[in-house]
């Protein structure tokens, strides 16, 4: 164990080792060292921390130094394999809650009683970077949560997008290889927007509908509070009398959906890396809890077998509008991790880890999940036995015969190693009653290698999405499929996926040519099922269907000598009042005079604070302050970006700043000159983002 322990050894305070005094004297730590006794793994008390043992104070470092071989041996091999996909990630604890009984359709405990609350750790990720990447590309988000029932633990493996690229788990590997960093020149990281991954989708077509999600402002959220998550995959429910069902996982965000425009998240990437992380880890630090509804689409036999597409094919939704979503509960996030290494880098999530009264589907592509997940743990986390870290744990009590291997850290009793056993009676034995009991779901057929003609569309779906989408989202999707086809160097590429945008809407596909300048080049597609015009569904909108709300965002007041401290208050105790937070920015952290020259600290020097990483900015100055902002590039950055990202802007005493950023004319952009105009500062916020500018 390297953390401190509560040893046996002498809790005195340690001299200052000979070298270290010969070098200067007490360090902070010896100086400090009244506390625990810092120990080698085995409990030996150590005496410098500082210096490596020598042959004389210059000489050459020991062979015999066991205590900076076993330091430096740990720190070796620190890191374990970053996962294959979702590497980049962040987490945080908290618990689930049904509103009600859910037991006509699932026997699971952790679904039956409203008073029952299930410890949970929930696990967002980006896809295709490593660990170290931005949390702000292009890019589907995964939305995992481990639910540790009292039956054992359901993990529940999800995105924030409730389709997928492939039908078939046997083509991930190609698609995740096409996707990734290319192969000989190791970039782009992170990135769809190159060769390999467009040449996969265009030779792909049944991509093409996760594709029209993956380029909408889905893929760029806001925040991980402010993204729905979807179980993806058709599972089944299973009553306590055996009847099954399909079902359809959602999660909504009490918080409603939000993202970023492209051109914010490409400077939010470089301005704050970590901005979902932080964001993240910083709400539940200030009590603010993420919250996210539980929903089921129950799908009965029959209504599956109505649908115009197979509930099994991951590539095809449900539309609201034929299955409605019920909400069964709601989980909250309310602890961050203590260790990011013990907790978020070590959960094990396996799409395999189902409780009783929740079963799977035949879906091809969650077949192989089955498999994939905890083959992949193996290497990943080097033992069999990762299921005993404390992260992945059941809190339930859990006994079988498996035994030993690498790194067991359970000490089993006895000698019956085996079962049936008669030497240990009460030993642990399986049980009919409550036990996992798989739906007997017929299963003869011949074994082929064959995709099913149902799952032949793969038009109809991209085209239903992209035409119930809100106009925004439609400008947008053409906008990142432009920047990304753009990026593409083979001409060949390109000209097949303006064939496939094409049939999935003639003016998508017009748009994008003429924006890449490819008129009249397209190769033309031939699906091998045309596409059909199905029923619009507006709940596939991420725009206004929640409602407006300013919750959890996060506003910038950049604050200049002179300001008005009265009006700033105000503008405070409003952003407050809507459960918001307002960051005080300046030009420098040290803070900022106002217009009676009462110095105020700042939170943020504006240089490393740009107008990105905030949901809605005021800027608030005295004559001095307006024009010390004007002539810094920072300040006249931060207004023009603000406009550029159809925020909502306040406006107190900087008409020199506002000229020199164009911030003069557009709509939502507020002059508050008295604390009665802050109300309206705060209806433009709370939309989120004032799309009326964009258009205009
Ligand atoms: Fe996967 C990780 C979600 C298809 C193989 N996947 C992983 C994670 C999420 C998803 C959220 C990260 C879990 C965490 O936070 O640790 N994956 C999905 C969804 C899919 C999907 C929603 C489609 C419905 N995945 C999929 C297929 C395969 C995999 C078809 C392989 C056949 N996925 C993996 C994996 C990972 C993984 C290689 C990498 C790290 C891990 O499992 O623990 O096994």
Request: proline content about 7%.
């Amino acid at each position: 164990m390297s953390v401190p322990q509560k040893s046996d050894a002498p809790k005195k305070k340690s001299a200052p080792s000979k070298a270290a005094a010969s070098k200067g004297g007490e360090t902070h730590q010896q100086a400090a060292g009244d506390g625990v006794v810092l120990t080698t793994n085995q409990g030996t008390g150590i005496s410098d921390n500082q210096n490596s043992l020598r042959a004389g104070g210059r000489g050459p470092t020991l062979l015999e130094d066991f205590i900076l071989r076993e330091k430096i041996t740990h720190f070796d091999h620190e890191r374990i394999p970053e996962r294959i996909v979702h590497a980049r990630g962040s987490a945080a604890h908290g618990y689930f809650q049904p509103y009600k009984s859910m037991k006509h359709v699932t026997s699971a405990a952790f679904l039956a009683d409203p008073k029952v609350k299930t410890p949970v750790f929930a696990r967002f990720s980006t896809v295709a970077g490593g660990a170290g990447s931005v949390d702000l590309p292009r890019d589907v988000r995964g939305f995992a949560v481990k639910f540790y029932t009292q039956e054992g633990n359901f993990d529940l493996v999800g995105n924030n997008i409730p389709v997928f690229f492939i039908q078939d788990a046997i083509k991930f590997p190609d698609l995740i290889h096409a996707v990734k960093m290319e192969a000989d020149r190791g970039y782009p990281q992170a990135g769809s927007a190159h060769d390999t991954f467009w040449d996969f989708v265009s030779l792909m077509p049944e991509s093409l509908h996760t594709i029209m999600w993956a380029m909408s402002d889905r893929a760029i959220p806001r925040s991980l509070r402010m993204m729905e998550g979807f179980g993806v995959n058709t599972f089944r429910l299973v009553n306590s009398a055996g009847k099954t069902n399909f079902v359809k996982f959602h999660w909504r965000p009490v918080l409603g959906t939000a993202a970023v425009l492209w051109d914010e998240a490409v400077k939010i990437s470089g301005a704050d890396p970590d901005f979902h992380r932080r964001d993240l880890f910083e709400a539940i630090e200030s009590r603010n809890f993420p919250e996210f509804e539980f929903g089921f689409q129950v799908i009965d036999q029959k209504t599956a077998d109505a649908l115009p597409f197979d509930v099994l094919d991951a590539t095809k939704l449900i539309p609201e509008e034929i299955v409605p979503i019920e909400m069964v509960g709601k989980m909250v996030l309310d602890r961050n991790p203590d260790n990011f290494f013990a907790e978020t880098e070590q959960v094990a999530f396996c799409p395999s880890h189902i409780v009783p009264g929740i079963d799977f589907s035949e879906d091809p592509l969650l077949q192989g999940r089955l498999f994939s997940y905890l083959d992949t743990q193996l290497s990943r986390l080097g033992s069999p036995n990762f299921h005993e870290l404390p992260i992945n744990r059941p809190k339930c009590p859990f006994a079988n015969m498996q035994r030993d291997g690498h790194m067991q850290m359970l000490t089993a009793k006895g000698r019956a190693n085996y079962e049936p056993n008669s030497i240990d009676p009460a030993g642990a034995r399986e049980s009919p009653s409550v036990g996992l009991r798989t739906a007997p779901i017929p299963t003869e057929a011949a074994k082929v290698r064959l995709r099913s003609e149902s799952f032949a569309d793969h038009y109809s779906q991209a085209r239903l999405f992209y035409r119930s989408v809100t106009p925004q989202e439609r400008k947008h999707i053409g906008e990142a499929l432009t920047f990304e086809l753009g990026k593409v160097d083979i001409p060949a590429i390109r000209q097949k996926m303006l064939g496939h945008l094409n049939i999935i809407d003639k003016t998508l596909g017009g748009t994008v040519a003429e924006e890449l300048g490819m008129t009249g080049e397209a190769i033309a597609a031939k699906p091998s099922v045309m596409p059909i015009d199905l029923d619009l569904s507006p709940a596939l909108r991420l725009y206004g269907k929640y409602k407006p709300t300013l919750k959890g965002r996060k506003v910038g007041l950049l604050l200049a000598p002179g300001f008005n401290l009265k009006l700033k208050n105000a503008l405070v105790a409003a952003i407050n009042k809507e459960g918001a937070a307002a960051a005080i920015i300046a030009l420098k952290v040290g803070g900022v005079e106002d217009s009676a020259g009462t110095r105020h600290p700042a939170e943020m020097a504006l240089r490393g604070s740009p107008s990105v990483m905030f949901d809605a900015v005021a800027v608030l100055a005295g004559p001095a302050g307006d024009k010390a902002l004007s002539a810094t590039p920072d300040a006249v950055g931060f207004l023009m970006d603000a406009c550029r990202h159809l925020k909502a802007i306040g406006l107190s005493g900087s008409p020199e700043l506002a000229g020199k950023a164009h911030a003069v004319g557009p709509v939502g952009i507020t002059d508050i000159g008295a604390a009665k105009d802050i109300a309206a500062f705060i209806g433009f916020a709370r939309e989120g983002k004032v799309w009326a500018r964009e258009s205009a």
